[in-house]
Nanobody, 125 residues
């Protein structure tokens, strides 16, 4: 079992920035790929970004490409998402997730076995 806890969400005006963190604990010895998903009220959870265990491969949804940056610090068992130039449409609960699959496997919700509780990001216009 791996526990994931997100932090760093909050209220921000359009154009602003936030940095989300995800702290992993428990059985963290496996080389997990980790990602961020988000879910707005009444909508399905959608992929935002993912990073391989080594950090050598990163993936971004088209909607956030160029604005968000994913990174990880394996020594600290922590995942990050730097979000810049935020837009109202970025408003959602952001979830950290982990999986033990190679990067060639498509980054769909169902392929991630561990999930955090989510952190709210609200972007005002």
């Amino acid at each position: 079992q791996v526990q994931l806890v997100e932090s760093g969400g909050g209220l921000v005006q359009a154009g602003g920035s936030l940095r989300l963190s995800c702290a992993a604990s428990g059985r963290t010895s496996s080389r997990y790929g980790m990602g961020w998903f988000r879910q707005a009220p009444g909508k399905d959870r959608e992929f935002v970004s993912d990073i391989s265990w080594s950090g050598g491969s990163t993936y971004y949804a088209d909607s956030v490409k160029g604005r968000f940056t994913i990174s990880r610090d394996n020594a600290k068992n922590t995942l990050y998402l730097q979000m810049n130039s935020l837009k109202p449409e970025d408003t959602a609960v952001y979830y950290c997730a982990a999986r033990r699959l190679p990067s060639y496997v498509a980054r769909t919700v169902g392929t991630y076995e561990y999930w955090g509780q989510g952190t709210q990001v609200t972007v005002s216009s």
